[in-house]
């Protein structure tokens, strides 16, 4: 094939450096330096005005592509939030979002007697992600245990975790569930702490200390890994939601190898974007925010997103949340490409210095 004139285009533009674009920035500031006039920081992270190359990650890291043949490979679950209160009422309303296009769904319980049979009747939980928070108990758990055995389940399909605030479970707890692949019993929360670092260090401390606490009392190495799962809220700051995904899952990296050098476990991150609602954006500022954060939590690397609707006895706003990410993935093909950001340099120059400042707190927790 003939070349044309537009195969050249882009020959005509010569190459620029830092320097050049240094010179450029100097001369529109008035003679001051760029670097000291536009440098600026946030939450103990500095951000720069020109990024290159050179602020690639030191530790090469990328998303791997999931292997699922319906979800993509950057594959995620939409899992809507149910506060259960009565059981039958919440298992129509869980029915109701699996049919609408939800993947799974994430159980707050408040009564530790729930009937279990009752809110989990005809969920298909092979084929979903069922999660629960809230008052969980070791009663709880080993209820849901004895139905899974009653119903004669292939529990190894099962994917889901559980986050409550309660102390440690025994270890026989955590043993019913040593056959259950995918399923995580020892939730972690993020909590907020006065920086992103000293969030993800507490959350990987933590981790840390219950593995060290379990396997003392008879669980494998293993098994105590496999049980752990985090859950991070995700907010209106967009990059360093995608930077605050990766870390956890780098560093987190870092611990499992410290504990057996041979383990690809991967981590499990379920995050949850909270109501955002502002007289001014209204109607609907909820779904300015959630979708922003939506993006950011699969751009990190999420693997379970549940969006709270601003009502949530509003149907519509319900639908909404719910859609959300599955506009974004059949409709915006969020989950063609494992690692879309991969090779941003801002976004690893940020990575790189949270990365560092976690690390060094978690450290300090941990020998503490």
Avoid at 217 to 241: R, W
Avoid at 286 to 305: E, H
């Amino acid at each position: 094939m003939d070349s044309t004139s537009s195969d050249h285009l882009f020959e005509s533009f010569g190459a620029t450096t830092k320097n050049d674009w240094l010179a450029a920035a100097k001369l529109e500031l008035g003679g001051a330096d760029p670097y000291k006039k536009l440098t600026s920081k946030k939450g103990g992270l500095t951000i720069l005005p020109y990024f290159d190359r050179d602020d690639a990650l030191k530790d090469h890291f990328q998303l791997k592509p999931a292997q699922s043949d319906f979800l993509g490979a950057r594959a995620f679950l939409n899992m809507p939030g149910l506060s259960v209160i009565n059981e039958s009422e919440s298992n129509r309303k869980a029915l109701s979002e699996l049919n609408a296009g939800a993947d799974g769904i994430i159980f707050n319980i408040n009564n530790p007697k729930t009937n279990i049979p009752a809110l989990l009747e005809k969920i298909e939980w092979a084929y979903c992600g069922i999660s629960f928070a809230g008052e969980i108990t070791e009663q709880f758990l080993n209820s849901l245990h004895s139905y899974a055995g009653e119903k004669k389940f292939d529990v190894g399909t099962f994917t889901g975790c559980v986050f409550t605030n309660r102390s440690q479970h025994k270890i026989e707890i955590l043993k019913l569930f040593e056959n259950w692949a995918n399923f995580h019993p020892l939730g972690i929360e993020l909590v907020e702490k006065e920086s992103t670092a000293e969030e993800i260090a507490s959350a990987l401390a933590k981790a840390v200390k219950q593995i060290d606490l379990i396997t003392d009392h008879g669980l494998s190495v293993k098994q105590a890994l496999k049980s752990i799962a985090f859950h991070m809220p995700v907010g209106e700051d967009f990059f360093l939601t995608i930077a605050k995904l990766k870390v956890l899952r780098i560093l987190w990296n870092n611990v499992v190898k410290q504990f057996d050098p041979q383990s690809n476990l991967p981590i499990f991150i379920h995050t949850t974007s909270m109501p955002w609602i502002k007289k001014v954006y209204q109607p609907n500022s909820n779904l300015i925010k959630s979708t922003t954060a939506a993006i950011a939590a699969i751009l990190g690397g999420c693997d379970a997103l549940t969006i709270i609707p601003e009502d949530d006895n509003n149907p519509m706003t319900q639908r909404v949340a719910r859609n959300v990410s599955s506009v974004l993935r059949d409709e915006s093909q969020l989950s063609r490409v494992a690692d879309p950001t991969a090779g941003s340099y801002y976004l690893e120059h940020l990575i790189d210095q949270l990365a560092e400042q976690t690390w060094g707190s978690f450290k300090k927790q941990v020998n503490s």
